[in-house]
């Protein structure tokens, strides 16, 4: 995706057709709506829940895109990829799913909820150092040792593409929406998510959410320029990674603005999730509401669709007491 602007039409088509090759491999989540979030802000919100998706994120639509986009040749040899969390799952499952072999690059820190996640899907571990130079020396030393394919977790047009259907399916089923509210972490989501909806509403206002503790998506549109994160220190930790260059350049063209929120919102969103809608959704899928909680975005008198990306959640270190 090196020029993703070059035909809006190819764009999408491109994304119907990761949708059609991975529609046997993914549920096609639903949408829930609450009457108290309603008459809270004065809008019509719709929760797209990808906090219910298989592996438990929407992760699994880019990493099954990729993985059955391979030739026989490029699935023989397996593939690769470096994650501390949702991908690393995501990739595991769709290799699963393909019969081919997964290697995982984690950081020794990594969830252990993940790694068990990793595991049971049939992801060969290879753990490295907690940083990103030690994550992408190891995955380019794995790939040259056996030939595998890497996938990066949002730096790939395959992955963007697949990501992107997740808009595919909420404009299906609410096709009058005037916003969209993304979590924004390394922006493959947002830019998947952003190039179906602005090809197929053009009117359609895209706005990324993003912790004040990791606030680089944010920095770096107002800069014109990727500003990588330096020591994110959020709860959301699965918005602590950089942008890359292809999401980046589709961020710069497509999304309207990017908001920050507290890490106490994105506590608070949890716990009504969970309270009120009854869905467990891990920190960073929370954020999208905490924007609506902490007022960065006006929303009275409007359809707004908010994504719930992801509901892998530690019950061991939830950040709120239940009882």
């Known amino acids: ?44 919100l719709f929760f797209k829940c990808e906090n219910l998706q298989r592996a ?43 019969g081919i072999r997964a290697i995982v690059v984690m950081p020794e820190n990594a969830p252990a909820v993940k790694v068990a996640a990793v595991r049971a899907y049939g992801g060969e571990i290879v753990f490295c150092f907690p940083t990103l130079a030690s994550r992408e020396e190891t995955a380019q030393r794995v ?11 949002y730096n ?37 998510m952003a190039l179906a909806s602005k090809a197929l509403r053009p009117s359609v206002t895209v706005i990324g959410c993003e912790p004040e503790q990791a606030d680089d998506a944010f920095r770096s549109l107002r800069e014109g320029r990727i500003i990588p994160v330096e020591h994110p220190n959020t709860i959301a930790d699965g918005l602590r990674t950089s942008l890359g260059e292809k999401t980046f350049a589709v961020i710069r063209s497509l999304v309207d603005q990017i908001v920050l929120v507290s890490e106490e919102a994105i506590v608070q969103a949890m716990r009504f ?41 530690d019950l061991e270190k939830l950040p709120f007491r239940t009882g």
């Open 56 to 98: 438990g994120s929407f992760k699994i639509r880019g990493a099954a895109n990729a993985v059955f986009s391979l030739s026989p040749e490029e699935a023989r040899r397996g593939v690769v990829t470096h994650s501390s969390g949702n991908h690393a799952q995501a990739v595991a499952l769709a290799a699963r799913l393909r």
């Open 1 to 44: 995706m090196s020029d993703p602007f070059s035909s809006t039409a190819s764009t999408l088509d491109d994304i119907r057709r990761a949708h059609e090759r991975i529609r046997p491999h993914v549920h096609r989540t639903p949408i829930f709506t609450s009457r108290t979030l309603n008459e809270r802000f004065g809008a019509e």
């Open 273 to 313: 999730l969970f309270e009120r809608l009854k869905l467990v959704v891990e920190p960073s899928g929370a954020v999208p509401l905490a924007a609506l909680l902490e007022e960065q975005v006006d929303v009275r008198g409007r359809r707004v669709g908010l994504v719930l990306s992801g509901g892998n959640v």
């Open 143 to 153: 790939v040259e040792e056996t030939g595998a394919t890497l996938i990066h977790s």
């Open 156 to 192: 790939d047009e395959r992955v963007i593409q697949g990501q992107g259907t997740v808009a595919l399916e909420l404009l299906e089923d609410v096709p009058d929406l005037d916003l969209l509210l993304v979590p924004v972490g390394g922006g493959g989501l947002i830019s998947g």
